[in-house]
């Protein structure tokens, strides 16, 4: 008989200094959590220092063993990838990457119409949902998403919303959002307020 030792937490930060990141620590459980704060506040540095984006000039980031999703597509370095390239790209990177997830999202976000259309073409919006999908179906451990509803129409931050309330009460996999307030319709595990 082993003692298998529970983990309360599935990231967390120690002292974590960087930016506007000052000596934080703090732990993420599984389920849904929330970084919210103001512009220039740290969130996407943050988001960067967690998923080892970016290094700490003092601290430590303890990650799972079953990955951290973090992938930004705004910027001009993707902008000649289509969006088939991309998923492609990404599912790769991923073991638990869930196929069917992914194809159900394309359809009810109307990605399927954009698969060969490079990153470039597209509306801020659907690029952002370029992103929010190959996260949501990335299966990895923690998943950071960095303002998902941005440039989103209604029926998409529904769709997203369903899908985060769904994940709320997952036991094994943590979904950290960051975005300017948290909100009050999706069960949060933990929120972290930066402002």
């Not at 976000?109 to 996260?135: D, I, Q």
Request: aromatic share 8%; net charge negative; hydrophobic share 45%.
């Amino acid at each position: 008989y082993d003692d298998v030792m529970l983990t309360p937490f599935l990231i967390q930060t120690q002292a974590l200094t960087h930016g506007p990141i000052h000596n934080l620590s703090f732990s993420w459980p599984a389920g849904v959590s929330w970084i919210c704060g103001d512009e220039g506040k740290g969130k996407t540095t943050l988001l960067r220092l967690l998923a080892g984006d970016v290094q700490p000039t003092a601290g430590t980031v303890t990650a799972p063993e079953g990955g951290v999703f973090w992938v930004d597509l705004q910027g001009p370095t993707h902008d000649a990838t289509t969006v088939q390239d991309c998923w492609d790209t990404l599912r790769g990177r991923y073991p638990s990457w869930n196929e069917a997830l992914l194809q159900d999202l394309s359809k009810e976000l109307n990605m399927a119409e954009h698969l060969e259309k490079r990153l470039n073409m597209l509306s801020a919006g659907s690029r952002r949902k370029v992103m929010v999908v190959a996260a949501l179906a990335s299966g990895a451990a923690v998943t950071l998403l960095d303002q998902p509803f941005a440039a989103l129409d209604f029926g998409s931050i529904r769709i997203i919303k369903e899908f985060l309330s769904d994940a709320a009460a997952h036991t094994s996999r943590a979904w950290i959002v960051a975005d300017y307030e948290a909100p009050s319709d999706v069960p949060l595990a933990r929120v972290l307020n930066l402002d």
